[in-house]
C-alpha cells in the first residue's frame, strides 16, 4: 500500500518536534532490530499531558508515528494515554503497509516508557 | 506532490529517448513478424533483428553472432554464470566475485554456493573498489569463473576488469580452464567498451540504461565460450536463449545502442558536468555528509552521499514530496533489516549506510534542475536533523 495523505503530511510537516528542558519525563527507545529511535519528552500537569515533543531517528514511519503520537496524547490524562493502542496510532496515520506496523509498536513502548518515569 | 519533477535516479532506469520511442512504435505496427518464420514477414523481422544485433555488438567491441538476446540485465547475469559454471562442472567448482555486486549476480553466486559451488568474495576497501592482488591470492586451480562488475550500480565506482582480464589470458596461456564475466549494465553507454581490452568471455548489458524500454537484454559471450542453456525449447539466439525473440524491444534496444556510441562522448561529458556542479554545492551547503566510493575512479553521471544523523528513506520521501526522484541504501527502502551491502563493504558505520543516497544525472537532466535538487534537499535535511536524536543540541518548537 502507499503512504496516505496524513502520513506525508506529517512527514513533510512534523508536529511537535523537539525536547523539552523542564519535562515531567522523558523517555528514550530504540528498535533493537532496526535501529530506529523515538525519544518523547511529556510536561505533565495535573494527570493531564499538557505538552508532548518528539525526536526521531529512523525510517519515515517511525518519524510520523511521532508527530502523530505527540498530538494524540496531547491534553489527554495520564490514564487515557495508556490506553492508546497501535492501531489507534494506525488509524490517525491513515494506515501503514504491513512490513512497516512495527514503528507503532515503538512509538506505543516509548509513550509507556514516559508514563512510567511519571510515577 | 509537487508539480515541478526533476528525475536523479537514472542508474535505477532512464526514460525511453523519443527517437527509440518511434523507431519501437513503427516496429511494433509495421514489423510484427516471428523472426523465426520462413516467410516474408518473418525475414522482415529477422533483418531488424540482425541489424539491431550489429548495433549492440558495436557499442562493446564484439561481433554480432556474439550476442545472445535475454529478458534484461538479471537474465543475462543469470545465463552467464549459471550457463558458464554448470558447463565447466569437470573443470572445477570455484568462483570468484566481489562484495558489491548487484544481486542478480550475488543472488545466483549465492544459489550455487548451496548447490556445492565454493565462492569467493574479494573486499573493496574504503574507495568501493577490489584489489587485484586479492584476487590473484584468491584464484585457485579450481576456480572456473571470475565474476566482477565493471561498474557498480550503487557508487559508481569502476573496477579493474582489464587487470582481471589479462590476469585470466595468463591462466589460460598456462593451461587453466577460467573465464571472465562482468556485469557491465550500469558502465554500458557510460564508458567507452570494448571486449578485447578487457579481456572478458561474458559481459551483461541492459538496454533500460540506455534510454530503452525494460524487458530487453543481451549477453555477449565470446566465440568458443560454452555455456549451460537456462532456456530451452527453441533453436533461437543460437540454442543459447529459447524463446520468441521480443523483436521491438531488440530493435529499441539496437537503435538505442546506436545513439549510445554516437553520443557517449557528450553524454558522459554533460553528466559530469551536472554530477560535478551538484556536488560542490552539496559540499559547500549541507554539514556533515560523507561522499562515497573512489573520487576518481567512478562513472560520470553517480553521486552516492550519506548525510548524517538521518535515514535515507525519509529523505527520499521528504524529496519525492517536492517531485526530486533518487534512491536510497537504507534497510527500510529494500524491504530487508540491513542497510547497502555495498556501502556496508566500503567499512562504514550502519548510520552512515542507513543514510545513503545516490543521485544519478541523465541526458535530460539540465543546471535547472541541479539548483533546484539542491534547493529541496537543502530543506529536507534541515527538516530531518531537526527532528534527529543524533544531532547534539535541540531546542523546542513546533
Known sequence: MAYSATFKEHLSRPRNVGELPEASAIADEKNPVCGDRLRLSLIVKNDRIETARYLAYGCPPTLVCGSVLTELITGKTTTEALELTRADLLKAIGGLPSRKHHATALAIETLHSALAKLN | ?398
Not at chain 2, 515541478?4 to 526514460?15: E, I, K
Not at chain 2, 513503427?26 to 520462413?38: H, K, P, Q, T
Not at chain 2, 565493471?150 to 589479462?166: D, F, K, Y
Not at chain 2, 527453441?234 to 540454442?239: A, F, L, N, S, V
Open chain 2, 1 to 398: 506532490m509537487s508539480a515541478r519533477r526533476v528525475y536523479l535516479d537514472n542508474s535505477a532506469t532512464t526514460p525511453v529517448d523519443p527517437r527509440v520511442a518511434a523507431v519501437m512504435t513503427r516496429a511494433l505496427i509495421e514489423n510484427f513478424g516471428n523472426a523465426s518464420s520462413v516467410h516474408g514477414f518473418g525475414q522482415q523481422a529477422r533483418a531488424a533483428v540482425d541489424r539491431a544485433r550489429r548495433e549492440v555488438a558495436a557499442l562493446i567491441g564484439a561481433r554480432q553472432n556474439e550476442i545472445v538476446f535475454t529478458s534484461g540485465g538479471t537474465e543475462a547475469n543469470n545465463l552467464a554464470i549459471r550457463g558458464l559454471c554448470e558447463s565447466s562442472v569437470a573443470h572445477g567448482r570455484h568462483i570468484i566475485t566481489s562484495a558489491i555486486e548487484h544481486p542478480s549476480v550475488a543472488g545466483v553466486c549465492l544459489e550455487l554456493e548451496k548447490r556445492g559451488w565454493e565462492v569467493t568474495r574479494l573486499p573493496v576497501y574504503a574507495n568501493g573498489i577490489v584489489k587485484i592482488d586479492d584476487l590473484a591470492h584468491a584464484l585457485r586451480v579450481d576456480t572456473v569463473l571470475i565474476t566482477v562488475m565493471l561498474a557498480n550500480n550503487e557508487i559508481g565506482t569502476i573496477q579493474p576488469v582489464s587487470h582481471i582480464g589479462s590476469l585470466v589470458r595468463e591462466r589460460r596461456a598456462a593451461g587453466q580452464r577460467l573465464w571472465l564475466h562482468t556485469d557491465a549494465v550500469q558502465a554500458a553507454g557510460r564508458l567507452s567498451l570494448n571486449v578485447d581490452e578487457l579481456g572478458c568471455d561474458l559481459l551483461t548489458i541492459s538496454a533500460h540504461k540506455l534510454y530503452a524500454p525494460k524487458g530487453i537484454g543481451a549477453l555477449y559471450v565470446r566465440r568458443g565460450v560454452r555455456l549451460h542453456s537456462q532456456n530451452v525449447g527453441g533453436h533461437q539466439e543460437r540454442e543459447r536463449r529459447a524463446g520468441t525473440e521480443n523483436v521491438p524491444g531488440i530493435i529499441a534496444f539496437g537503435e538505442a545502442a546506436k545513439l549510445a556510441r554516437e553520443e557517449l562522448g557528450e553524454r558522459a561529458a554533460r553528466d559530469r558536468v551536472l554530477r560535478d556542479r551538484f556536488e560542490a554545492k552539496v559540499r559547500t551547503q549541507i554539514s556533515d555528509i560523507v561522499m562515497n566510493g573512489d573520487r576518481e575512479q567512478r562513472l560520470s553521471h553517480l553521486s552516492n552521499i550519506s548525510f548524517r544523523f538521518i535515514e535515507g528513506e525519509g529523505l527520499l520521501i521528504n524529496l519525492d514530496l517536492e517531485g526530486v526522484a533518487v534512491s536510497t541504501g537504507s534497510a527500510c527502502s529494500s524491504g530487508t533489516l540491513e542497510p547497502s551491502p555495498v556501502i556496508r563493504a566500503l567499512g562504514v558505520d550502519d548510520e552512515l549506510a542507513r543514510g545513503s543516497i545516490r543521485f544519478s544525472f541523465g541526458k535530460d537532466n539540465t543546471d535547472a534542475d541541479v539548483d533546484y535538487a539542491i534547493e529541496v534537499l537543502m530543506r529536507a535535511v534541515e527538516r530531518l536533523r531537526a527532528l534527529s536524536p543524533l544531532t547534539v543540541s535541540h531546542g523546542s518548537h513546533g
